[in-house]
């Protein structure tokens, strides 16, 4: 069974960093694409970055290119999202996802 378990979400001022970890389990780690979303009160859930495991090719949403980068531990089947420079517009519930599994989420909230 796929499990997405992430972490690392917290309270931290504007201008500040967090790094977000999304441990995966339950399926063959090197195949495939893992996507980090985040959802706002009131607001639709939107894709913030994704990587391909096999590669490492990424991508960003306009919003955060600049100030979030994705990468992986494949050893030990995780993805991180470093988050810097952190706007109270980023404040969210953050999700990883694989394929039609998601993770529980992390609060990431960003006072100004």
């Known amino acids: 069974e796929v499990q997405l378990v992430e972490s690392g979400g917290g309270l931290v001022q504007a201008g500040g960093s967090l790094r977000l970890s999304c441990a995966a389990s339950?399926?063959?780690?090197?195949?495939?694409?893992i996507g980090w979303f985040r959802q706002a009160p009131g607001k639709e859930r939107e894709g913030v970055s994704c990587?391909?495991?096999?590669?490492?090719?990424?991508d960003y949403a306009d919003s955060v290119k600049g100030r979030f980068t994705i990468s992986t531990d494949n050893v030990k089947k995780t993805v991180y999202l470093q988050m810097n420079s952190l706007k109270p517009e980023d404040t969210a519930v953050y999700y990883c996802?694989?394929?039609?599994?998601w993770g529980q989420g992390t609060q990431v909230t960003v006072s100004s």
């Open positions: 990587i391909s495991i096999s590669d490492g090719r990424s």
């Open positions: 339950g399926f063959t780690f090197g195949r495939y694409i």
């Open positions: 996802r694989l394929d039609d599994y």
